[in-house]
């Protein structure tokens, strides 16, 4: 609404309307709980990337590649499902996956894999190696507190989870 109280809605994306006023209101708690729902998907693809990568004897790049393609895949399959619960379309649910999560996935495993990168010994550790789950578990909790202003940012601007919030009942 301006302030004559006149309401104007914008356009989406999608080329929907917005009926609400303005962007929701980003506390920390709904920038937290958007990181750790985006952290669950990533560390599933992450580990399971890390572990088939070390497995196999991939190399560190091919291993990373392969974490990171993972991470989004399942990212992007947790968001959809709750959304399609919801009853919406495939399609429409992935573009929601998309809008909602791909920026807040990439900052995560950014630094993320930096973090598993950097640790000395890390990737060449092995999967029995308690340096290798020790710095995993650092990693993700790096990439956890640093992503999530980014994700208060995302929600106080109507983006990022902000988009995921209408198919969610209560959140």
Known sequence: MDHNGHHHPTPDPAGHHDHSSAAPAATW???AQATLHCLT???IGEVLGM???TAVGLSDLATVALA???AFVFGYALTMRGVL???VGFRSAL???LA???ISIAVMEILDNAVMLTVPGAMEAGLASWVFWVSLAG???VAFVLTTPVNKWLISRGKGHAVIHQYHQGH
Do not use: F, N, W, Y
């Open 29 to 31: 708690g709904m920038a």
């Open 41 to 43: 998907g990533c560390a």
């Open 51 to 53: 572990v088939i990568g």
């Open 68 to 70: 990171v393609a993972l």
């Open 85 to 87: 619960r919801a009853g």
């Open 95 to 97: 573009k929601v996956a």
């Open 100 to 102: 909602a999560d791909t």
């Open 139 to 141: 990693a993700l909790l």
